[in-house]
């Protein structure tokens, strides 16, 4: 007999007619000998309904008060469900996140699980029951007895948490899409559904936009090794299984807000090239990586800066193995030497830069970060009071890399280690997670995010601990900072070397970050701050990527055959992003994911 955990969203309990067909749904997967605990949404539109009238009552109505009244569209759905059930003939019973034991954060309408109690639940699905529950929500304290939400994505967060916490065999989300798609079917009528997924690759497209799991949840399926699966409502397809790894020991207590670090990671294996002053235009980077794909060579890092305002020109950097760096070095002066023949820039013409240096990625790794802007800021905290120069900069949702020299590789493993409570340091393991299924696509899925904007922080200080005062104000904040880049040249200004940092934001933290960073211009000692609303970030994500070259020259190439300009480029082991003109976000999409062959023979039809 298994332990199932299922979650039906709002659309799959929208009406009467749905509940009872959901009730049927439910009675089969019990007939077929499982346990089961459903959690489920409000009906339909109900949540929006009940904030409608708070606004028609106050103008800012208080977030507790918020909570006590959201909370009841669940109690809704769930007593509904389980007559629905009892009506059928199976034993049932309906429970509030309170009754289950769901014990949060005092932290109303975006509180975080710290527990569940699960005795009350295993006592009902002893005696045959099966257990419905309010989802996106739990209680501040056993004592207290506050109702608090959980916020956005909070019935897919409750549902695989108590799966988590009860062990379950497997954690079923049931929606109105068939499962989750190579990209959004809304824009590419011939997306393909996937047959799974892994975990990390899940919170990436969940975080770039992907609606269909909240990020949140993904992370505790994660690092609790629950199974999930996703499906429809509607139908009796498989669905999409997104595939945990075999999770480490970890304690239930504190279950959203454990350790965010799982580990520390390096890779001394590192050489890097800088290409200076390149032309700011379409088809230079698929020029570039088009031909070191040619040479076979695999691209670890690549970081493009924002183009300067006075040259329109910008800098390129990547990094390859120290066995690979004098085929990419030739391979980038053959580009530069036709790109001089055009250049106009006042300050010189392109250069090709390898670094001198001996170089190291020195990596911190773990589900636990997301939506944490803290740990960035931690780690280039750790690292300027050490004295440790950041380089490069990398950031994922599960892993935020930096190049520094290797004679500090050591000092940064031990600090860091020291700083997150990690006591191992394994070598890069880029593939690890990759392995739970066999021989995964270089490409999974291809996301596009049109709510982010982008600032530019110029003539930065080129010294240790700018970045940990900048992402440390934000932090403070709890400004969740996305892509980071760090132009390659440094320039002085005023007698002091500088740089300019770039980064993304959600549009909604736009603008006050921009004030934050504006107001702490003089003690920062850097120049203006300028914001871009008008962006928009495609993606490519794939586990196996770390094993393909080229993967980077084939997406750089469908934009430049769409004469789409790339604004700045980042990378992980498993996701390349590229800013373009918001303009062209959707063309982008349509044609990066053209050309890795992603789209189905069937077209997709989607509820608006």
Not at 88 to 116: C, D, F, M, N, Y
Request: net charge negative; proline share 4%; glycine share 6%.
């Amino acid at each position: 007999m298994a332990l199932i955990v299922q979650k039906y969203g709002g659309t799959s309990v929208g009406t009467v007619e749905r509940i009872q067909a959901v009730a049927q749904r439910v009675l089969k997967t019990v007939q077929m000998g499982n346990s089961l605990v459903v959690v489920v949404s409000a009906m339909g539109k109900t949540t929006d309904g009940l904030v409608k009238l708070a606004k028609e009552i106050s103008t800012n109505p208080s977030r507790r008060e918020m909570d006590m009244l959201l909370s009841t569209g669940e109690q809704v759905t769930i007593a509904l469900l389980s007559m629905a059930l009892q009506e059928l003939g199976q034993p049932a019973i309906s429970l509030t996140g309170a009754q289950v034991g769901i014990v949060t954060e005092a932290e109303h309408t975006r509180a975080r699980i710290l527990q569940i109690k699960t005795e009350r639940m295993e006592r009902h699905l002893n005696n045959g029951k099966v257990v419905v529950v309010a989802g996106f929500q739990g209680i501040s304290s056993i004592d207290e007895l506050e109702i608090t939400t959980l916020g956005r994505g909070g019935s897919d967060t409750s549902a695989v948490a108590l799966a988590a916490a009860l062990r379950a065999n497997c954690c079923e989300i049931y929606t109105d899409v068939p499962g989750i798609f190579t990209t959004d079917p809304r824009l590419v009528p011939e997306a393909q559904l996937m047959k799974e997924i892994t975990c990390d690759e899940m919170l990436e497209l969940a975080s770039l936009g992907a609606k269909v799991l909240h990020p949140r949840a993904v992370e505790i399926a994660r690092n609790y090794g629950v199974e999930l699966v996703v499906r429809s409502s509607w139908t009796d397809d498989p669905g999409t299984r997104v595939v945990s790894p075999t999770p480490k020991p970890r304690s239930l207590e504190g279950l959203e807000i454990a350790r965010p670090v799982d580990a520390v990671e390096f890779d001394t294996d590192q050489a890097a090239v800088s290409l200076l002053r390149v032309p700011d235009r379409p088809g230079v980077a698929a020029s570039l990586f088009g031909g070191i794909a040619s040479q076979k060579l695999d691209v670890d890092l690549i970081i493009q800066s924002i183009y300067e305002d006075d040259t329109k020109t910008n800098d390129i950097a990547f990094t390859v193995t120290k066995s690979s760096i004098n085929k990419a070095v030739s391979v980038a002066d053959a580009i530069v030497k036709t790109m001089a023949k055009n250049s106009t820039s006042q300050l010189g013409e392109p250069e090709v830069k390898p670094e001198e240096r001996q170089i190291a990625k020195v990596s911190i790794a773990g589900a636990g970060m997301i939506g944490l802007p803290k740990v960035a800021a931690r780690m280039f905290q750790t690292f300027a009071e050490a004295n440790i120069n950041i380089q490069m900069i990398s950031t994922s949702e599960v892993k935020i890399s930096c190049l520094i020299d290797a004679e500090d590789c050591d000092r940064a493993i031990s600090l860091l280690c020291e700083t997150f409570e990690v006591n191992s340091s394994p070598a890069q393991l880029a593939t690890a997670e990759a392995s739970s299924i066999a021989n995964p696509p270089a490409v999974r899925a291809v996301a596009l995010d049109n709510n982010q904007a982008r600032l530019a922080i110029r003539h930065i200080p080129d010294k240790p601990g700018m970045a940990a005062k900048m992402f440390g104000l934000l932090a403070e904040h709890n400004i969740s900072v996305d892509m980071i880049i760090q132009s390659q040249r440094s320039r002085e200004v005023d007698g002091v070397l500088r740089r300019d940092i770039a980064f993304t934001v959600a549009q909604t933290d736009a603008q006050q970050a921009r004030l934050i960073l504006k107001e702490a211009a003089s003690e920062l000692g850097c120049g203006d701050v300028d914001v871009d609303e008008a962006i928009a970030k495609v993606s490519v994500v794939g586990a196996g990527m770390v094993n393909h070259p080229g993967v980077a020259a084939k997406m750089f190439k469908s934009l430049a055959d769409e004469k789409i300009n790339i604004e700045m480029i980042a990378t992980s082991e498993i996701k390349i992003s590229c800013v373009v003109p918001q303009e062209h976000g959707v063309t982008a999409l349509q044609a990066i994911h053209a050309a890795f062959g992603l789209a189905g023979e069937h077209k997709i039809q989607v509820p608006a």
